[in-house]
């Protein structure tokens, strides 16, 4: 299986990245790709920017252990993930994932597996400032812990 992690400030370029992960996938029948971006409003105040910072090293570990237990579950080919760092506003693009696999159920079930999990174990660390001049780090949201328990199960962990 190919996979490919980097952490960077700088905006990655969708067609490259797709094209990279197809010829590394070989013989690959399916493509997911999620782009995740900047939300103007997650609460009453609009958001004026977001740093985000993560743990060089250990958050590129992190998110390859994720993607070795979706190899697990899956038959996926390979998989790519491009995170930025660094401030951003919004729509600006955040998150690259890609999956290929032989089958599209695969692709689809280990995208959302992958993502699900980046959301929540992945280190990283996002501070918001509001357009009303205050700011704070974003704490972790039950909301996505709910989203997660979908895939756990009761003797897995």
């Not at 693009?93 to 992958?114: D, N, Q, S």
């Amino acid at each position: 299986m190919h996979v490919h992690i980097v952490i960077q400030e700088e905006l990655f370029d969708l067609k490259k990245e797709s094209d990279a992960l197809i010829k590394a996938s070989g013989d690959a029948g399916a493509l997911v790709l999620f782009q995740g971006m900047v939300r103007e409003f997650d609460q009453a105040v609009q958001l004026e920017k977001m740093m985000l910072e993560h743990f060089p090293g250990v958050t590129e570990k992190e998110i390859t252990r994720i993607i070795l237990k979706a190899k697990q579950k899956w038959d996926i080919a390979g998989c790519r993930v491009i995170h930025r760092v660094g401030a951003f506003y919004a729509d600006d693009p955040i998150v690259l994932l890609m999956v290929t696999a032989k089958h599209r159920l695969h692709a689809f079930l280990a995208a959302e597996y992958i993502m699900d999990y980046l959301k929540t174990e992945a280190p990283f660390w996002k501070k918001e400032f509001l357009q009303d001049g205050e700011n704070y780090w974003v704490a972790a949201k039950k909301s996505d812990q709910e989203i997660l328990a979908r895939w756990q199960e009761p003797d897995s962990e």
